[in-house]
């Protein structure tokens, strides 16, 4: 398999497989990737408007793969990801191929779970009523903390 085809099949697997756990396991009460807050980023709390934020999750890859070229009628080369095969289709065929380790990791932010987007409504809702009641309420006078001491 190629290194780039790996790299893709592994992250589609993991998009798709935690969109369907986040359907399957919803109805339970099961979260999927749960909303964080800024100062907890590894606890989550029912309904608390302070977790509406997704983390990025780094997915590390450190795989074996082979430089190869292969000559038997064509020469072919490219970057693969290391397996023993055998053939014994009769055919005559010379490899070589150097195997070496590559270590990366690419950044990714999984698709929200639906409580992120019930957290962020009740955010936003909680400003509008916040914006509401401090344009109602008349600004205080008098008082120990007047500027002219009163």
Avoid: C
């Avoid at 983390?55 to 074996?64: K, M, Q, S």
């Amino acid at each position: 398999m190629d290194l780039k085809d790996f790299i893709k099949e592994t992250i589609s697997a993991i998009v798709e497989s935690t969109r369907e756990l986040q359907m399957q396991f919803e109805h339970a009460g099961v979260i999927v990737n749960p909303p964080v807050s800024m100062k907890e980023p590894n606890l989550y709390e029912h309904e608390n408007t302070a977790h509406r934020f997704r983390r990025v999750e780094i997915i590390e890859f450190d795989v074996a793969v082979t430089a190869a070229t292969e000559s038997s009628g064509g020469a072919k080369a490219g970057l693969k990801i290391f397996s023993a095969e055998v053939g014994a289709d009769g055919k005559h065929s010379r490899n070589h191929e150097e195997v070496s380790r590559v270590k990366f990791s690419i950044p990714i932010v999984l698709s929200p779970a639906n409580v992120e987007i019930t957290n962020k409504i009740l955010a936003e809702d909680a400003l509008k009523k916040d914006a509401a009641k401090a344009r109602e309420e008349p600004p205080q006078r008098g008082g120990t903390n007047s500027w002219m001491g009163r």
